[in-house]
């Protein structure tokens, strides 16, 4: 009918523009106009979790800005670049999965949620990303969850024997801004006596 042929029409046109604009745009102001012109904002915020959506696809354009090269090469180029950080991930988390926990006998680095180190000790613990709307989440504020938020972080400073590391951001970056980012509300929980400031 007229209506769905109308549709399919927008649809080519939307298809042409974007086409058009990569032979011409680096990846990560492409990723910018897509959103734009498909009003792909509009549609995650009408979802309750559109903010952390959003987040997200501001943080794949903040990743594209590395790739330089103009036009369908440079999103070929940004796309080889995603997967094969995905398979090294991948390829780490099984590693990780099979080695000896015992950091005495295999000495290194380990990254972990804090569900995953339940259970665990290490001489020397760093909290990252410390921050509202992270711990807590932002989804938890307000809500029966807070308390389960609360025992996390706890469970994240009892994974310490002797050092704990406590680090948030001042700011964080939402594509070409930088906005103020508030440290942790359980951060006001530690004694002031037993906190070093650095």
């Known amino acids: ?15 042409e523009t ?9 990846p990560s ?7 734009k012109v498909t009003g792909f904002k509009d549609y995650l915020m009408k979802d309750e979790t559109g903010d952390d959506r ?8 903040d990743a594209a800005d590395r790739t330089k090269t103009m036009g369908v090469e440079g999103v070929l180029e940004f796309l080889e670049e995603v997967v094969l950080m995905a398979d090294d991930d991948e390829i780490e988390l099984e590693k990780e999965i099979e080695i000896d926990i015992d950091v005495k006998k295999n000495p290194r680095v380990k990254l972990m949620t804090l569900h995953a180190s339940k259970g665990l000790e290490f001489e020397l613990v760093f909290l990252v990303g410390l921050e509202e709307d992270i711990i807590p989440h932002i989804r938890s504020i307000g809500t029966k969850e807070m308390e389960e938020e609360r025992r996390l972080m706890y469970v ?13 951001r001042q700011f964080k970056q939402f594509g070409d801004k930088y906005v103020p980012v508030s440290p942790s509300r359980f951060l006001a929980d530690y004694p002031q006596g037993c906190v070093e400031v650095l």
């Open 156 to 168: 994240g400073t009892t994974r310490a024997k002797t050092q704990l590391y406590l680090t948030w």
């Open 18 to 26: 974007m086409r058009e604009a990569a032979v011409v745009t680096p």
């Open 29 to 35: 102001l492409l990723i910018d106009f897509v959103c």
């Open 1 to 15: 009918n007229k209506r769905s042929l109308r549709v399919l029409l927008q649809f080519a046109e939307v298809l």
């Open 54 to 61: 959003w987040a997200n696809v501001q943080e794949l354009a």
